[in-house]
């Protein structure tokens, strides 16, 4: 595997992922997207209406997530989303063979998340979709680029484990290719 210039953070809505992510693309200076910002507004309309979204749905969403690290690797950039990437059919569309991306799955609990649904302010997403989230979710194997970090650590502590594992340093560039 190449060195790491792409990061996906994913994992099911409430898990932290944005919060991650954002924090993490601070710290190391890399490019930040939030996946939910690439949905067409068809998608954001039906998750409003508390409607699951299905792999039709999600083609063009995953097609431009992977357009985006596509168009960062043309340009020389690193750069990090935020994105659930659910099943492992999705992880590979944004991969797209490459072998310079990480995916950050934050694992965590249904009731943790719901908690923190239950919580959350300001997003289209409503709570009750939480159950289609985790029966969509393909937890990832052991042969995909992922790493499993268990989402009820703070959100420091979540990136600064996600830095260790990575080897990566502020800087922006790591000294290993886990």
Not at 37 to 58: C, F, Q, Y
Not at 134 to 142: K, N, Q, Y
Not at 147 to 174: F, R
Request: glycine fraction near 10%; aromatic fraction near 6%.
């Amino acid at each position: 595997m190449s060195a790491v210039r792409f990061i996906v953070v994913m994992g099911v809505s409430g898990c932290g992922k944005s919060t991650v992510a954002a924090l993490l693309a601070g710290r190391l200076g890399w490019e930040f997207v939030e996946g939910d910002a690439l949905h067409p507004a068809a998608n954001v309309e039906k998750m409003r209406l508390g409607i699951p979204l299905d792999d039709t749905d999600r083609a063009p969403w995953l097609q431009e997530v992977a357009r985006t690290i596509r168009d960062w690797r043309v340009a020389s950039k690193t750069g990090i989303i935020a994105c659930s990437a659910l099943r492992r059919c999705y992880r590979e569309v944004i991969v797209g063979g490459a072998d310079d991306v990480r995916f950050i799955y934050l694992r965590g609990k249904s009731p943790l998340i719901a908690e923190r649904l239950a919580a959350r302010q300001g997003h289209y997403m409503p709570a009750s979709l939480l159950e289609s989230q985790f029966a969509t979710l393909e937890e990832p194997d052991p042969d995909e680029p992922v790493i499993t970090i268990d989402t009820g650590a703070s959100t420091g502590e979540l990136v600064t484990e996600v830095l260790s594992t990575l080897h990566l340093a502020p800087d922006g560039y790591g000294q290993g290719s886990p």
